[in-house]
């Protein structure tokens, strides 16, 4: 495919993805367009990884979950490598690692590395989970032979391995891989791209194997203060992109914590209002940093319960719905979790601290905003540790001896 003069990185996915269909290179899932694709010939490029020290020398390796990677899965798993796959679009966390059953065979770990295998039998890795990756294999739509890649425009590849960055999982001599057809091979001019953009230092085709000796560095990190993936290729954190990935919610709340500037491009606006609390009850939970002198809230022992005296009706009414928080590492202060609640706007209407018992329970006024609390909470970390966080059990039961427990 030939790469025009003032092309931009929308024109080369095009002209790539209708090559591929027009040529016949195309395969399952049809159309290619809008994907990262397959092709014929992708397990072929695939099987050639076995080749490459870099693979052999490797115990821990990322490889995205799209269909032209699952050779390179399937070589993972049968070379009794940890295999993680990034989650779809980041919903649930960062990473899960792949699982066999015991004594699984070769047809079993060829169900292991398809789409539905990441999904029954993997495990979730937490920020904290300590992944050490030594080997990144990315799709792409199109790649140079310098290096230079182009994903299919949502960024999230980029967005991994800057993540990845962030929490020590990578270092900057990890080895990154794509695998694409040869056809898929283009120039891309040096300005299309940006610092985010993730290079690579192999390229696997059907016929070739390619070192690229690339020297463009690659992503530092999480960079907040940019602006969001977009039509023009721009990339910034924005709370929109925090609201759909929760795990990059945590992970800016331990970087902040860290004293790195996690500041967005959209707080400069408002960055007067975004240092007040933004509700009633973010007011509430703020000032009472001392539980004694809160109206509705009592101290007993490692036990906590605080109320926002704004809605003694909704509390009284029973029609709260509670979620669940545990894991919470000892010595963790009760100021500590109101602090994150705040950061990540899911301050509860009433919070019942059980340091004790390594846990508490957040009182929400109905379950769609109680359920909105969990997902952004997934992956939150204290001290170290993630924290579990879900809808409490057993809701009317609990919840009564909650509010008996204020009397």
């Known amino acids: 495919v030939l790469s025009p003069a003032g092309a931009s990185k929308q024109d080369i996915r095009q002209r790539v993805w209708d090559y591929l269909e027009g040529s016949g290179l195309a395969a399952f899932p049809r159309p290619v367009h809008g994907r990262i694709p397959n092709f014929e010939g992708s397990h072929q490029a695939c099987c050639s990884i076995r080749e490459l020290d870099v693979f052999h020398k490797a115990h821990e390796v990322k490889v995205d979950p799209d269909k032209p990677l699952e050779g390179v899965r399937l070589a993972a798993l049968q070379a009794r490598k940890t295999l993680l796959v990034p989650t779809p679009r980041l919903r649930t966390g960062l990473f899960n690692k792949i699982v066999p059953p015991p004594g ?12 539905q295998g990441v999904k029954d039998f993997s495990v979730p890795v937490g920020l904290d989970g300590k992944a050490r990756v030594d080997l990144v294999v990315v799709g792409s739509v199109a790649v140079s032979e310098k290096g230079w890649r182009i994903g299919k425009g949502e960024g999230y590849a980029d967005m991994e391995y800057a993540m990845m960055v962030s929490m020590g999982a990578v270092q900057a001599d990890t080895p990154v891989i794509t695998i694409v057809h040869d056809c898929q091979i ?8 940006g610092d985010h953009d993730l290079t690579v230092d192999y390229i696997l085709t059907p016929t070739r194997t ?22 023009t290729g721009n990339l910034w954190v924005s709370y929109e992109m925090l609201r759909k990935i929760p795990v990059l919610k945590s992970l800016r709340y331990r970087e902040k914590q860290a004293g790195k500037d996690v ?19 973010e007011k509430a939970m703020a000032e009472n940093t001392r539980p004694q002198a809160a109206t509705g809230s009592t101290q007993i022992g490692q036990q906590y319960v605080e109320s926002d005296s704004l809605s003694p009706t909704l509390e009284r009414s029973g029609t709260l719905t509670t979620v669940y928080v545990g894991n919470i590492p000892p010595s963790t202060r009760v100021s500590e979790l109101k602090h994150a609640l705040r950061e990540f706007h899911v301050t509860p209407v009433r919070l019942n601290w059980q340091g ?52």
């Open 263 to 281: 500041l967005l491009k959209d707080e400069h606006a408002d960055l007067a209002n975004a240092a007040k609390p933004t509700t009633l009850n």
């Open 186 to 193: 283009v120039d891309i001019a040096e300005e299309l791209l």
């Open 104 to 115: 699984a065979t070769k047809e079993m770990l060829r169900i292991c590395a398809t789409s």
């Open 356 to 407: 004790a018992q390594h846990r508490a329970f957040l009182d929400y006024k109905d379950k769609a905003t109680a359920t909105s609390a969990v997902s952004s909470l997934q992956g939150l970390s204290l001290r170290g540790k993630t924290l579990r966080v879900e809808l409490a059990r057993n809701q009317r039961n609990k919840g009564q001896v909650e509010i008996n427990s204020q009397k």
């Open 210 to 231: 390619i070192k690229t000796n690339c020297k463009r560095s690659k992503p530092q990190g999480i960079m907040w203060h940019k602006a969001s993936y977009s039509a």
